[in-house]
Nanobody
C-alpha cells in the first residue's frame, strides 16, 4: 500500500512562512513526479507546484511563483513546499500527490503533471491558515 503523509501545516500571519513536507511509503516502481495541490472552502482543488523526481524540474502556479519553492529529498522519499510571503488567499487544505508508473508503461509526455487526474496517490491533506 502506498501512503503519503503531509506535515508542517498550521496557522501563520500574512507575510510569514511555512514548510510543508510529504513523505511517501510503500511500493512504487517508478516515481515520475510529486506535486502539491490545495483546496480552499467552496473552491475546486487547484494545482500549486510539481517536481520531477529524477531531474528536479519544477512547475508552479503563476500566483505562487517567487513565493513558493518545491523541492525533494529522494533519499528520504520526501517532497517539500517552502511557502514564503504567505497571503490570506493561500489559506487552504494542501495535498501532496504522487505521479507513478509501472516499468512496462511508456511515459507519453514530458510535461509536468498539473491536473489531479495525472496523479495516482494522495495524502490526507493538511490545513494551512494565513491570517490577515
Amino acid at each position: 500500500q502506498v501512503q503519503l503523509v503531509e506535515s508542517g501545516g498550521g496557522l501563520v500571519q500574512a507575510g510569514g512562512s511555512l514548510r510543508l513536507s510529504c513523505t511517501y511509503s510503500g511500493r512504487i516502481f517508478i516515481l515520475d513526479a510529486m506535486g502539491w495541490f490545495r483546496q480552499a472552502p467552496e473552491r475546486e482543488r487547484e494545482f500549486v507546484a510539481a517536481i520531477t523526481w529524477t531531474g528536479g524540474s519544477t512547475l508552479q502556479k503563476d500566483s505562487v511563483k517567487g513565493r513558493f519553492t518545491i523541492s525533494r529529498d529522494n533519499a528520504k522519499n520526501t517532497v517539500y513546499l517552502q511557502m514564503n510571503s504567505l497571503k490570506p488567499e493561500d489559506t487552504a487544505v494542501y495535498y501532496c500527490a504522487a505521479d507513478t508508473r509501472s516499468p512496462w508503461v511508456t511515459k507519453t509526455t514530458t510535461q509536468l503533471p498539473h491536473t489531479s487526474a495525472e496523479y495516482d496517490y494522495w495524502g490526507q491533506g493538511i490545513q494551512v491558515t494565513v491570517s490577515s
